[in-house]
C-alpha cells in the first residue's frame, strides 16, 4: 500500500475486555514495531519484528500483551483483560530492513477503556 | 539498555534560531534520528546522523557526537508551523542494534 494502514483508527472497550490491533506495513518493509503513546508522552516500545528473527518483546508492560506477524506482512497486537492504564494511542511503524534509517509510522489506534 | 533525556518543553519566537539537545546512553548504537510530532498527528522523519558531525537539510539541522552520547536538532527562521515535538531516538541495543528507542519528545511553542 501507499503507506502503513491501521485498524481501527478509533476503539472503545470495556474494562476486562479484549482487543486485537491490527497493522498493515508499507509493501516490503521486513522491519514492523508497535510503540505506544499516552496523552503528552513519548513513544514507549512494545515489540519489534524483522524479517523471520523472533520478535523483540522487551517492551511489552505484561502479559496481558501479545503480536504476531503473519507472512513477514500484517501485525497484530492482541490486548487480554484490558485495563483503564492501557488506554492510549497505539502506533505502528515500519521500515525497508535493517540498514534502513527511516520509520514510516501508521495514523494510530486511540483506545478507550472505560 | 538505552536512556534518552530530552527537555520537556521549549518556547521560542517566529524568524529566531532554536536548539533542542539530546543526550542517550546506550548499550549499542547504530544511528539517532529526529522525527517532528504535531498534535494528533504520527510522527514524521526530520533527520538521521550515524556519523559525527553536522547534517543540514533545509532550515533543519542536526548534529551528533558518538563520544558524549548527544546530539541537538537546530530549527533556523522559525516558522509557526514548527510549533510541535520533537522526538530523539536512537537505534541501538541488544538486538544486533536495531530496535529503535524514543526520547520523551520536547514539545516546542513558537511565538509570533
Known amino acids: 500500500g501507499a503507506g502503513v494502514s491501521q485498524s481501527p483508527s478509533n476503539k472503545v472497550t470495556e474494562k476486562g475486555k479484549d482487543v486485537e490491533l491490527r497493522c498493515d506495513p508499507i509493501?516490503?518493509?521486513?522491519?514492523l514495531y508497535w510503540y505506544r503513546q499516552s496523552l503528552g508522552q513519548g513513544l514507549e516500545f512494545l515489540i519489534y519484528f524483522q524479517g523471520n528473527s523472533a520478535p523483540d518483546k522487551s517492551g511489552l508492560p505484561s502479559d496481558r500483551f501479545s503480536a504476531e506477524r503473519t507472512g513477514g506482512s500484517v501485525s497484530t497486537l492482541t490486548i487480554q483483560r484490558t485495563q483503564q492504564e492501557d488506554s492510549a494511542v497505539y502506533l505502528c511503524?515500519?521500515?525497508?530492513?535493517?540498514?534502513?534509517?527511516?520509520?514510516?509510522f501508521g495514523s494510530g489506534t486511540q483506545l478507550s477503556v472505560l | 539498555g538505552q536512556n534518552i533525556d530530552q527537555p520537556t518543553e521549549m518556547t521560542a519566537t517566529e524568524g529566531a534560531i532554536v536548539q533542542i539537545n539530546c543526550t542517550y546512553q546506550t548499550s549499542g548504537f547504530n544511528g539517532l534520528f529526529w522525527y517532528q510530532q504535531h498534535a494528533g498527528e504520527a510522527p514524521t522523519f526530520l533527520s538521521y546522523n550515524v556519523l559525527d558531525g553536522l547534517e543540514e537539510k533545509g532550515r533543519f539541522s542536526s548534529f551528533l557526537s558518538r563520544s558524549k552520547g548527544y546530539s541537538y536538532l537546530l530549527l533556523k527562521e522559525l516558522q509557526m508551523k514548527d510549533s510541535a515535538s520533537y522526538l530523539c531516538a536512537v537505534r541501538g541495543g541488544n538486538t544486533g542494534g536495531f530496535k529503535t528507542i524514543f526520547g520523551a519528545g520536547t514539545r516546542l511553542f513558537v511565538k509570533a
Open positions: 509493501s516490503g518493509h521486513t522491519a
Open positions: 511503524a515500519s521500515s525497508r530492513d535493517r540498514m534502513n534509517e527511516k520509520l514510516f
